[in-house]
Structures are given as structure tokens and as C-alpha cells.
């Protein structure tokens, strides 16, 4: 059996016994073997998700504690990771914890549960999280909407250590940044794109820099840090702004008078700067999920195609595109066509220069494709 790690419900055919939301279940092939263990959620579409392809293996405190330790190590293995105040701990499925997500922000693990077995161990992700990141304190944030497809409602709050007081801080490749996680996009940050960002202040030095969807400036700091000449950020969130502003003001040694900030929609402020004749040397796309299934990847397509378009319209010759894709339902190969086909409309010759993705705290499971949700092109026109 491949280990992928979750069960269809059409692949299901049929439950003995009793079993509520979150409740271990054994899963039996149809000859009769054993293939391990599995949280029951009958509520999703994901009838279960596999804890453990050993047949013998209790689902217990115990095998949290092992589980999470081992994820936690592993974010030693690559010196990229090591020392880093905001690291991704668990990847869910990747590490073999499904629904789970747990990331570090200095002394705070932000905990997001996100499936019906995650659900009922939270106890146990939590005391096994406390002791092998030794944190100061736990806060919950299982309020994604993937929650409702199993059945379980939001929750947040502190699940262990003092109450939250104002953002937190941390500190990536040398740049001071505030982190919202009690109102903040996901876990509050997007530590995904931690070494994309280093890039980018790699690549900036000399550069007009206009990074699209900025969130609270992650990629505009790196860039000014790199010496960008300026650097235009766009997005449409004012609190997302407001929180990349002080971003600038906690970086005294950037210039910030060559920060400017705009909010407003990407699709319609893309064709106001081409209509004022504007050109960039650096741009960055790093729009929202708009395919979270397969279902959207038509819908998605034309709305990457249409950024790209013109992102690709907005360089000058020699300029360098940093174009993403967080959805799953848009993969490598798709995205990449999708691209190409913007460079072509938009008349340009581009090449890609690298092929970009998450960085390594978020691994991708081997027997789980899905895992590689975030893709990235770096390209540049002639
Ligand atoms: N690059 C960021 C993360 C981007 S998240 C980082 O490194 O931290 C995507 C951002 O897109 C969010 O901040 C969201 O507010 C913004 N957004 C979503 N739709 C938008 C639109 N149509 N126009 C402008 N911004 C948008």
C-alpha cells in the first residue's frame, strides 16, 4: 500500500462498531490485513487520516510525544533552519501529523488543529509541543475554514503561558518584524516564504521594486534591506499595511522615504501604473490562494494569467518577475504554462532562472504530493 495518508470516503467500505469524530479507528483492507491506524472524521469527504502505518502502534499521549519530538528535530538538519525565531514545527501530513500545524514565533508556538483527530488529542499536541520546543507559551488558532468541512466550529486562544499582549516580534535575515497571531493571516506570518524573501533582498540592490499582495511587507523590508533604489507595495488589507508601515519604523537602518504604500486592488492598480507608463526592475506576485481544489483551476488560471500579463508589461528590459502560486488546485506544471502564456500575450522574452517553493520547515511528504502547495518562478526578460 502507498502511504498516503488519507481515506476517501467512496474508498470506505463500511465501519464496524461505533466510532464518534476524532475516535481511532483500525483500517482493515478488503482481504482482511491490517494497514494501521486512523483518526475517523465522518464528516468530511476525508473519511480518515492515517496516524500510523504500523500495525501495532497505540494512538496515545505517547505518540504524540514522539511524533512531535522528531518533527521538531528535524528542523535541525538544514542550516537554514537552525536559530531561526520564526520556524514552521510541524508541517501536518508532511510530519506525519495530520491536521496539524504548529509554528514558532520566539516563545510562542501558534497551534492550528485543523482536522476532527487533531481535534480530540489537542491535550496531548499540546504538552507534546510545550516540551520539545520548550516554549513560553501555546496559542490556538484552529479558525481555518477547512475546519467546517469537518464538522468542527473555530477556536482560539492560549492553551498554555501568560495572555497575549500586543504582536510579537521576530526576526528574519536580520529584520525586525511584528507578528499579529491573534489576528494575522493564517498563524499570523507566512513563514513559507521566509528564504523567497531573503531572495529577493538578494536580488534588489539597483532595482525598482514593486511587490504586489505585500501583507505586512515581508518582501519590501528584504528589498530595501538589498538595496533596492524603491519599492512600491500593494495590498488591499489597511490593517495588513498599517502593520507593514511599523514593520519599516522597527528598521531604523532602512531608508523608508523610498517606501511607498498603496492599498488597493492588484488587478485594477497593475493597469493604472501601466495606463501612468511606470516600469520596475523587480516584481513580486504573491497573490492569495485563488484555487484552494481542482474544482477552481479554471477561474484561478485566468487570474494568474492576468497578473502575470502584467506584471510581464510593468518590467524593463532585464527585469526580474518573482511569480507564486499557493494553490493546491494549480499545480508546478500548470502554473508554469500559465506563465508562459502571460510572457507571450504580454509580447516579452522570458526565461525561468529558478524554480522557487516553500521553505524547508514546511517539507513535502513523499507519499504526499498535496504537500507542495506553493510554487514559484523566477524569471527575467530580455
Ligand atoms: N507576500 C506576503 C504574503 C502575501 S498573502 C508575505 O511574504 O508576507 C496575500 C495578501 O494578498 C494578503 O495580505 C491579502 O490582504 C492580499 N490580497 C488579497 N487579494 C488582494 C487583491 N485583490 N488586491 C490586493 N491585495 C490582495
Excluded at 295 to 316: E, Q, S, T
Amino acid at each position: 500500500m502507498r502511504r498516503h495518508p488519507w481515506l476517501f470516503e467512496g474508498s470506505v467500505a463500511r465501519l464496524d462498531g461505533r466510532a464518534r469524530p476524532g475516535d481511532t479507528v483500525e483500517v482493515v483492507s478488503h482481504d482482511g490485513r491490517s494497514l494501521g491506524r486512523a483518526a475517523f472524521s465522518p464528516h468530511s469527504q476525508i473519511r480518515a487520516r492515517m496516524w500510523s502505518f504500523e500495525v501495532d502502534e497505540s494512538i496515545d499521549d505517547a505518540f504524540f510525544k514522539r511524533r512531535v519530538a522528531a518533527s521538531v528535530a528535524r528542523r535541525t538538519t538544514l542550516p537554514e533552519l537552525r536559530d531561526q525565531p520564526g520556524l514552521r514545527l510541524i508541517h501536518g501530513e508532511s510530519d506525519g501529523l495530520p491536521g496539524i500545524i504548529a509554528d514558532r514565533y520566539g516563545d510562542t508556538v501558534v497551534l492550528a488543529l485543523t482536522s476532527a483527530g487533531a481535534e480530540k488529542w489537542r491535550g496531548a499536541i499540546a504538552a507534546a509541543v510545550l516540551k520539545a520546543a520548550g516554549c513560553a507559551r501555546i496559542y490556538e488558532r484552529s479558525d481555518s475554514e477547512v475546519r467546517g468541512l469537518e464538522g468542527l466550529a473555530p477556536a482560539a486562544g492560549v492553551l498554555h503561558g501568560p495572555p497575549i499582549d500586543g504582536a510579537l516580534l521576530i526576526t528574519e535575515q536580520g529584520l525586525h518584524l511584528e507578528v499579529d497571531v491573534e489576528a494575522g493571516h493564517k498563524t499570523g506570518f507566512y513563514l513559507d516564504q521566509r528564504e523567497n524573501r531573503r531572495l529577493c533582498g538578494e536580488l534588489a540592490g539597483g532595482r525598482a521594486v514593486l511587490n504586489c499582495f505585500c501583507y505586512t511587507g515581508g518582501f519590501t523590508l528584504q528589498a530595501l534591506a538589498g538595496g533596492a533604489t524603491d519599492a512600491l507595495s500593494i495590498d488591499s488589507s489597511g490593517p495588513a499595511l498599517a502593520s507593514a508601515q511599523r514593520n519599516l519604523a522597527l528598521n531604523p537602518q532602512l531608508d523608508g522615504t523610498r517606501a511607498q504604500w498603496l492599498e488597493a486592488d492588484v488587478f485594477s492598480a497593475l493597469r493604472e501604473l501601466r495606463a501612468g507608463g511606470r516600469k520596475f526592475d523587480l516584481i513580486v506576485l504573491d497573490p492569495p490562494k485563488f484555487a484552494p481544489s481542482a474544482a477552481h483551476a479554471d477561474r484561478a488560471a485566468r487570474a494568474y494569467k492576468d497578473i502575470n500579463l502584467l506584471g510581464f508589461r510593468l518590467l524593463n528590459p532585464g527585469g526580474l518577475l518573482m511569480s507564486y502560486s499557493c494553490s493546491g488546485g494549480v499545480g508546478l506544471e500548470l502554473f508554469q504554462k500559465i506563465v508562459a502564456g502571460a510572457a507571450s500575450d504580454a509580447g516579452v522574452d522570458a526565461r525561468i532562472l529558478r524554480r522557487l517553493g516553500a521553505s524547508a520547515d514546511h517539507p513535502v511528504g513523499l507519499a504526499f504530493p498535496e504537500g507542495e502547495y506553493l510554487k514559484g518562478l523566477l524569471c527575467q526578460v530580455t
